[in-house]
């Protein structure tokens, strides 16, 4: 059975230095992910991503992991999601899934995808659709 889910989430991308001279003259630019989600994924998440954009900054692409601790729809545990998301002159294509296995707790069997939304004023929020194995 799939369920649907939306909310608000608050989001620190804070940029994190190269690992080494050779990664800082990629122009990719890495950053770490801590998130609040509100609503009934009520959790919180940490992550790391990778990024780049074009010089006009209206293209470019980034990837991420990151890991989400909480409640979905009164449910404990945690879960996974991958990102592999990319822009083409502002308009987006994202790709974001749970990753299969990555369930806990009652969240074991998570399956799932989320679109992030990204409101005028820079307000975010989630669109989350997801099943559970054996239900």
């Known amino acids: 059975m799939n369920h649907h ?8 991308v804070l940029p994190r230095k190269a690992d080494n001279p050779q990664a800082e003259k990629s122009g990719v630019g890495r950053m770490s992910l801590d998130k609040q989600f509100h609503g009934a994924l009520d959790a919180t998440s940490q992550g790391e991503m990778l990024a780049l954009r074009n010089e006009a900054g209206d293209s470019g692409g980034y990837v991420a992991i990151e890991r989400v601790t909480g409640t979905l729809d009164g449910r404990s545990g945690s879960f996974a999601l991958q990102h592999s998301s990319t ?25 799932g995808s989320m679109v992030i939304v990204i409101a005028e004023g820079g307000k975010h929020s989630y669109d989350f659709t997801y099943s559970l194995a054996g239900e």
Do not use: C, R, W, Y
Request: net charge neutral.
């Open 5 to 12: 889910v939306q909310g608000p989430f608050d989001v620190k």
């Open 87 to 111: 822009m083409h002159k502002g308009a987006q294509h994202q790709n974001i899934n749970v990753i299969p296995g990555s369930g806990t707790g009652e969240l074991a069997g998570l399956s």
